[in-house]
Every structure is written in C-alpha cells, then in structure tokens.
C-alpha cells in the first residue's frame, strides 16, 4: 500500500513537472526570441558586474553568493553561454519543486494544473529563470517556509530552518523572515530534544553573525538617493508645495506605498530613469508602460486575494502567510522593483488556489 502511494505520488510529481518543464521553456525561448523587440540589449545582468568584481569581504552584500559566482566563474563574459543558462533553469526548477509535493497533497488535479501554467508562463519568472541570479536562493527559502506552514511537521521544520539558514547567506534579503521563524520556534515550540536544541542553538548563532555583518549594508541600502522614487527625491517633491517638516512626514508615509507599487509592477529601470526609459533600456516604450501596467494588475490582484483569504473567517495562523513579505521591508525605503517581489510570485500564485477551509501550520 505504501509503495503504491509512493509511486502515485512519484508518478503525479512527474507530470507536474513535465508539464512545468514544456510551458516554462516555451515561455523562456519566447521571451529571449522577442526581448530585443523591447529591450536593445536582448539579455542583461547588471548587479553580476557588482558581485563578479567588487571587492569581496565578509561585509559584502551577499558574500556567499559573490564567492560562489566567482569559482564557478559566472560573470558577463559567460552569461550567455549554454551551461550557464541550463544550470540556471534547473536550479529555478528546484527553488520552486517543494510547491509541486503541495499541490500534490493539497490540490485538486485541476487547481495543480491550474498554477503549473500561470507559475511557467510567468515572462518574468520565465527571464529570471535563465539567470543565475541571488534571488534563486530566496525563493527557495520562501518555498521552503512554504513547506512548512502548509504542511507543517517535524521534517518539514528541520527541513525549512536549515535550507532557510543556508539561503540567508546567499541572499541577504532573507533575514528578516528567518528572525520571525526562530521566533516562532522559541515562542511555541516546547518538546526540544538536546540535539535537536543544540542545533537550532548553532544555526541561531550563525544567523546573528551573518545578520551582524549586514548591517552597515542595509543601513546604506535604506538610506541611498536611489532613482525617481527615493524618500529624498519624493521629499524634494512635497516641498515644492508644502512646508519642509510637513513634507518629510507625508515622505515617510507616501514612500513606502509608492515602493510597494514599484515592488509590484517596476522593472529595474523604470525604479532608476522613471517611466520613460532611455531607449538603450526601453526601445519600445510603449511595450515598457503596457506590459509595467498588466504586471502592476496581475501582482495586485495576487496580493488582494492573498488578504481577502487571511481575512476572510479569519485566523491568527494565517498570518503566517504574511510573513514572507518581510522580505521586501528594505524596499519600502530603499531601492524597489519589481525584482525583489520574484521570489513571492510561486508563493502568492500558490494561494490562490488553495482549499477555502485549508488550517494553515497545524502544529510547529
């Protein structure tokens, strides 16, 4: 009977994944084939410029993950070459393979069908996944956080907290989710075995020391006069109409919702030259505001249904769901695009089709 179940499962995983595999290729070559159309030039990674060159010490943005492009020698020069784009596509096939095992335990075949083909035809899911790009390792650890919450047990604990450790230091933009998972687990947990105490004791340690040598990083971060939407230029914009110290408080509080738009439906360079991207960045500008537009509709949508659900007979374990977002709290003072909500697509698609009475983290 085991086996059975084991191999209608192994059987079930196949096809998801090979339905996923057909629509997310497609959805790739399409992209590359008519990106030129858009973009002049075709196939881009600015930040890998950054991580393959700069000076590289433990006080790094993302350390590990510089050093890691560094030895496999991931750089502009090799970014379009075959090996690097299949390990690409199959590393993004991993970060997103533990929502397949959810929507084989909780979804129906249709729903499972469902999100497959909005999760591979995605285009900017679809670009991202020919990239070896940090933001890999967030989704992965958003997908394992995933795991847990929606099927919550000890492996699936032991499981996301290490694969989250080990994504944090890859991907930066993860600490604040990790803090909250140790949270809950020193809050609620109560039945710690010495071993399995004295390896969460490890991992918290790691976690602080890699938290320690972020912080004059995110500091910067926060606080840098990045492209048209910055706190200091959306301040330079009230003060034209309004007194300074008034302007400063309606920056606080607008900044953060115009960063969540941007987070929403921005490309890179619209966060830096605005709307009307300079034709190297945006040769076509009218695909530029269109496509800016359906990408703003599509992720709002996504996050309203994500809110109607928690609210909607609600239930303080549903704010778990919630909690993957604190990835993007840097932004909402620093630097926003639509780059930094990528690795929450997967988990906000997922939502949208999960059963409507679905207990949300059962047990921690």
Known sequence: MIIRIKNE????????????????????????????????????????????????????????????????????????????????????????????FLCIKFLSKKNSFYFIILLSIHPYLALYSLKLDSNLFATLGVSVYALWIFCSNKYTFNLSIIFNVFCTLFRNALIP??????????????????????????????????????????????????????????DKFFQEIISPNLSKILSLIFTPIVHLILNLGAREGIAI????????????????????????????????????????????????????FSILLPTLYGTAHMRYLYPLLPFLIFVQFLPKNFQILKKI
């Open 9 to 100: 499962t192994f059987k079930e995983f196949f096809i998801l994944s090979s339905i996923f595999f057909f629509f997310r290729t497609l959805s790739a070559l399409i992209i590359f084939k008519f990106l030129s159309i858009y973009d002049t030039r075709i196939f881009s990674f600015t930040d890998l410029e950054v991580y393959s060159k700069s000076n590289l010490n433990i006080f790094s943005s993302n350390f590990f993950y510089s050093f890691f492009v560094r030895i496999i020698g991931y750089n502009s020069e090799t970014l379009l070459s075959f090996k690097f784009i299949f390990i690409s596509f199959i590393i993004s096939f991993i970060t997103i393979s533990p929502f397949l």
């Open 177 to 234: 989710l990790l803090w909250i998972q140790f949270f809950l687990i020193f809050l609620f947990k109560r039945d710690f075995t010495k071993i399995k105490l004295l390896g969460i004791f490890s991992l918290f340690l790691l976690t602080l020391s890699f938290t320690s040598s972020q912080i004059f990083y995110g500091v910067e971060y926060i606080s840098q006069n990045f492209g048209c939407y910055s706190y200091e230029n959306i």
């Open 273 to 324: 030259y605005c709307l009307n991207l300079p034709s190297e960045y945006a040769s076509n500008n009218f695909i530029n505001l269109l496509t800016t537009f359906l990408f703003l509709l599509f992720h709002s949508f996504l996050l309203i249904r994500l809110l109607i659900y928690i609210s909607k007979d609600f239930d303080i374990r549903k704010l778990t769901l919630l909690f993957p």
